[in-house]
Nanobody, 115 residues
Framework: QVQLVESGGGLVQPGESLKLACAASGMISSFYDMGWYRQAPGKERELVAIVSNGGSANYSDSVKGRFTISRDSAVKTVFLLMKSLKPEDTAVYYC?????????WGQGTQVTVSS
């Protein structure tokens, strides 16, 4: 049984920063990929950023240069540092982890960017 628990969401003003964290628990010692997706109201869930167990990271074009993903494999935690937040970043952010053909999702954390 694997559980992903997100933390760090909240309400911020445009231009501010926020850091999300996702801690994984369970029998998997090291995930292949860990990352973040988001879903805004009325829109499909989309990839934000993902990082492999080798440290290779990929970002959506909309967040490149503003968001940084990192992971601490020793404690099975992935982070998302979000800078220069925009109102269009408002969404529920979901943590994601993959091991072989198995995937897991967190329950989601709300990020709202509004003045």
């Amino acid at each position: 049984q694997v559980q992903l628990v997100e933390s760090g969401g909240g309400l911020v003003q445009p231009g501010e920063s926020l850091k999300l964290a996702c801690a994984a628990s369970g029998m998997i010692s090291s995930f292949y990929d860990m990352g973040w997706y988001r879903q805004a109201p009325g829109k499909e869930r989309e990839l934000v950023a993902i990082v492999s167990n080798g440290g290779s990271a990929n970002y959506s074009d909309s967040v490149k240069g503003r968001f940084t993903i990192s992971r601490d494999s020793a404690v099975k935690t992935v982070f998302l540092l979000m800078k220069s937040l925009k109102p269009e970043d408002t969404a529920v952010y979901y943590c994601y982890a993959r091991y072989s053909d198995f995937e897991w999702w967190g329950q989601g954390t709300q990020v709202t960017v509004s003045s």
